[in-house]
């Protein structure tokens, strides 16, 4: 069973950045496999797509971003240590929310597709002076 775990969150000012990583584990899995993808829910508000690295294989190594965090946030994965990371740069206060990753994501970013099967339990990001 494929297991998801976030980590990487904290408090940081206005302008600043920070690297969250999703660790993917489970029996008998490849992490090249699945495509990972990072959302997030904002208090009060609905969950939220933000960027999706393909699973080898298919589309290689292509990535998805919603416009909100293009040009600021950017999704790597490192297959060798099963390891998604998002740097997220220059954040600003309406970036706080709770950061999940999720598989299997697709170019739509949409939190409820029915191929976002699992999920990790997320990390908090808060954006503050």
């Known amino acids: 069973q494929l297991r998801l775990v976030e980590s990487g969150g904290g408090l940081v000012q206005p302008g600043g950045s920070l690297r969250l990583s999703c660790t993917v584990s489970?029996?008998?899995?490849?992490?090249?496999?699945?495509?990972i993808g990072w959302f997030r829910q904002a208090p009060g508000k609905e969950r939220e797509g933000l960027s999706c690295?393909?699973?080898?294989?298919?589309?290689?190594?292509?990535?998805h971003y919603a416009d909100s965090v293009k040009g600021r946030f950017t999704i790597t994965r490192d297959n060798a240590k099963s390891t998604v990371h998002l740097q997220m740069n220059s954040l600003q206060p309406e970036d706080t929310a709770v950061y999940y990753c999720a598989a299997d994501c697709d170019s739509s970013l949409i939190p409820t597709s029915p191929n976002l099967e699992v999920w990790g339990q997320g990390t908090q990001v808060t954006v503050s002076s």
């Open positions: 489970g029996d008998s899995f490849d992490v090249e496999l699945y495509a």
């Open positions: 690295t393909s699973a080898l294989g298919g589309t290689d190594g292509v990535t």
